[in-house]
C-alpha cells in the first residue's frame, strides 16, 4: 500500500477523535442489546482496508458487535463474467453487507435481493433529507425506485485552475459548463517554449493520463459516443473524427503536456515525490482535470514542498457536451453498501448501514479521503474556497459496467492501437488520414480476435 494511502487511512481515527463525535456514548447504541453478540459478514475489496476505513470506527461505538470481512477480489477472475461471480459469491459465503457499484446494486435490486431500507429509515427516523439529491437518484435507480442502500461517498470531477498564472499571462480564468473543446482551445493560449531557466508552463496536464487515447476517451464519454457498436468498429464518423483532430491539434501545439517517452503510471519513493511530479502542484501547468482528492494534496504540498509556492487555486465544472451544458459526466458512485434480502442480521446490519451514512462518519470523511461525502452539509467547501463546480451541474451518472475478460482485452489492446498511430501523427507528421485507416483495420482485427464481433456493444 502506498504512503500516500496509509496517510489516508490512519488519519480517519484521529479525525473522529478530533471532530468532537461521540463514538461510544449510549444515545448512540440504537436498538442494538449491549448484552449480546452480533456477528455482521461483510462483504469488501480487501479486508485490511475496511477495518481500517470504516470497521475500527464502527467497532469503537458497537464493541458487541464482530465483523467478518469476505473479499471480492474472485470477482475478477480471468475468463470470469463478474456479475455472475457476485451472485455466486452471495449465494455461498452469504454475506449480510454487501458493497456494490452503480451497476452491481441496480442488477441487484431489480431482482429483489436486497433489503429495502426506506420504511426502516421513516420508522428509526433516520435523515436522509441532507444527502446529496444526486446520490439519491443513483439509490433509487430501480424498478420499485426504492431505497435499498447507502453510500457514504461520491466522485466527480473538476477543473482546477492557476489563477496567478491566468493572471500572469493576461489569459481570462475559465468558467462553468465549457466543452473540451473550449477547455483546450483555452490552453493554447499559454506559451509553448521554454521559460528563461528552461522550465515549461503548461495549459493544461494530467499527472498520469498523459496518452492520447486518455483524452480521447474523456471527450467521447461526454458525447456518448463509442468505438464498436454490434461487433463492428466505428471511428469514422464525423463526430468521432472531430474528436481525433482536437486532440491532434491540442497535443501538437506543445500546450498540453504530452511526454516524449511516456511510461504510464510510475511508483514514488515517497510522498514529497508524489506531490512534486504533479505539473499542477506545483506552478507549472494552468489547469487540469482532478477529484475532490487534488484539494488535499494541494494543501499538503504547501507544508511538505517548503521550496514550492503554494499554488492558488479555483474550480469551475468539468467539461461538458456542446448539446447538454447543463450535464455533468464525471459523478459517479463507487461504494454502496447494502443488506442482502436473507440476512438473518438485519438489526445490526441496519445499524452498520445507518453509520457509514451517518453525519458523524461524513464529518470524518470530509477530512479524510479522496472523494466527496454524500451528506452535502460536509461538502461545501475546502480550506475557504467554495466547491459548487462538485455539484452545481444535473448529473448523468457515470455508471461502472462489468466488463468480460474479452472486453477488457478489447480496450487494452484499442488504447494501445490509438496511441501508437497518434504518436507517429503528434511526432512524426504522418497524416490524420492515415493514421485513422490504420486504427480502423488493426482495431478490427482486434474485435475479431477477442471474438467481440460476435456480439453487441
Aim: include cysteine; charge should be negative.
Amino acid at each position: 500500500m502506498s504512503s500516500i494511502k496509509c496517510k489516508i487511512i490512519c488519519v480517519f481515527i484521529f479525525c473522529i477523535i478530533m471532530s468532537g463525535c461521540s463514538i461510544s456514548g449510549e444515545d448512540n447504541k440504537g436498538k442494538l442489546d449491549q448484552n449480546q453478540t452480533y456477528t455482521l459478514k461483510v462483504m469488501y475489496w480487501n479486508q485490511q482496508y475496511f477495518i481500517q476505513k470504516y470497521g475500527n470506527l464502527f467497532q469503537a461505538k458497537y464493541p458487541n458487535v464482530e465483523l467478518q470481512v469476505i473479499p471480492t477480489d474472485r470477482l475478477r477472475q480471468v475468463g470470469k463474467n463478474p456479475n455472475d461471480e457476485l451472485i455466486k459469491l452471495i449465494d455461498e459465503e452469504k454475506p449480510d453487507i454487501l458493497l456494490l457499484n452503480q451497476e452491481q446494486y441496480k442488477m441487484l435490486s431489480d431482482q429483489g435481493r436486497l433489503y429495502d431500507l426506506g420504511s426502516v429509515f421513516v420508522q428509526d427516523d433516520y435523515e436522509v433529507s441532507t444527502i446529496n439529491q444526486k446520490v439519491i437518484d443513483v439509490l433509487k435507480d430501480n424498478s420499485q425506485s426504492a431505497l435499498f442502500g447507502l453510500a457514504p461517498t461520491y466522485m466527480n470531477q473538476v477543473i482546477y485552475y492557476n489563477r496567478d498564472l491566468f493572471d500572469q499571462y493576461g489569459i481570462e480564468y475559465p468558467s462553468d459548463q465549457m466543452t473540451w473543446e473550449e477547455i483546450l482551445q483555452l490552453a493554447q493560449r499559454f506559451p509553448s517554449d521554454a521559460l528563461p531557466d528552461g522550465e515549461r508552463i503548461y495549459g493544461f496536464s494530467r499527472q498520469f493520463e498523459h496518452d492520447p487515447y486518455s483524452l480521447i476517451e474523456q471527450m467521447v464519454a461526454v458525447k456518448g459516443l463509442v468505438p464498436a457498436q454490434n461487433g463492428e468498429l466505428f471511428i469514422g464518423s464525423e463526430s468521432w473524427r472531430a474528436v481525433f483532430e482536437t486532440v491532434v491539434n491540442a497535443l501538437k501545439s506543445n500546450a498540453i503536456y504530452y511526454p516524449a517517452n511516456d511510461q504510464g503510471q510510475t511508483m514514488y519513493e515517497s510522498n514529497e515525490e508524489y506531490l512534486k511530479s504533479n505539473l499542477f502542484i506545483t506552478g507549472k501547468s494552468a489547469m487540469t482535470l482532478s477529484d475532490y482528492s487534488l484539494t488535499g494534496n494541494i494543501k499538503e504540498a504547501s507544508t511538505v514542498l517548503k521550496e514550492i509556492e503554494p499554488v492558488n487555486w479555483d474550480i469551475v465544472t468539468s467539461p461538458v457536451d456542446e448539446l447538454a451544458r447543463d450535464v455533468n459526466y464525471g459523478f459517479s458512485v463507487r461504494e454502496i453498501f447494502s443488506i442482502d434480502r436473507d440476512s438473518s442480521n438485519t438489526l445490526p446490519a441496519i445499524e452498520f448501514i445507518k453509520f457509514i451514512g451517518s453525519d458523524e462518519m461524513a464529518k470524518v470523511l470530509s477530512k479524510s479521503t479522496g472523494d466527496l461525502p454524500s451528506r452535502s452539509d460536509y461538502s461545501i467547501e475546502y480550506d475557504g474556497r467554495k466547491l459548487d463546480a462538485f455539484y452545481k451541474l444535473n448529473s448523468r451518472t457515470n455508471n461502472e459496467t462489468a466488463l468480460e475478460q474479452s472486453q477488457i482485452v478489447f480496450n487494452s489492446t484499442f488504447r494501445a492501437i490509438v496511441n501508437e498511430e497518434l504518436r507517429k501523427v503528434i511526432i512524426d507528421d504522418v497524416p490524420l488520414e492515415s493514421a485513422l485507416t490504420v486504427i480502423q483495420e488493426r482495431g478490427q482485427a482486434a474485435l475479431l480476435s477477442t471474438g467481440l464481433n460476435q456480439k453487441e456493444q
